[in-house]
Nanobody, 121 residues
Framework: QVQLVESGGGLVQPGGSLRLSCTAS????????MAWFRQAPGKEREVVSA????????YYADSVKGRFTISRDNAKNTLWLQMSSLKPEDTAVYYC??????????????WGQGTQVTVSS
């Protein structure tokens, strides 16, 4: 099995920054693509950003392009999401996800428990 644990969420003012981390453990060799999803109250879960195993291919939702940066270090089994210029509409629970295939736009098999990000003054 694979365990994904997110950290780094919290309360931040509009315009501020946060860095989310996701650490993988267990059968980590089965993880290829990874991604960050988020779900706001009353809304469906949406993909925020995704990254291929080697990091050469990335995806960003239009709503976060230019503000968020995804990265990973496979040697440290860690995925990050650097979030800048945060807006109130970025408020959501953020989830780390891992896929068994190296297809960043495919389905994801492993999920973390989520970390709350609240953007408010």
């Amino acid at each position: 099995q694979v365990q994904l644990v997110e950290s780094g969420g919290g309360l931040v003012q509009p315009g501020g920054s946060l860095r989310l981390s996701c650490t993988a453990s267990g059968r980590i060799f089965s993880i290829d693509a990874m991604a960050w999803f988020r779900q706001a109250p009353g809304k469906e879960r949406e993909v925020v950003s995704a990254i291929s195993w080697g990091g050469s291919t990335t995806y960003y939702a239009d709503s976060v392009k230019g503000r968020f940066t995804i990265s990973r270090d496979n040697a440290k089994n860690t995925l990050w999401l650097q979030m800048s210029s945060l807006k109130p509409e970025d408020t959501a629970v953020y989830y780390c996800a891992g896929a068994r295939k190296n297809d960043i736009m495919g389905s994801y098999d492993y999920w973390g428990q989520g970390t709350q990000v609240t953007v408010s003054s």
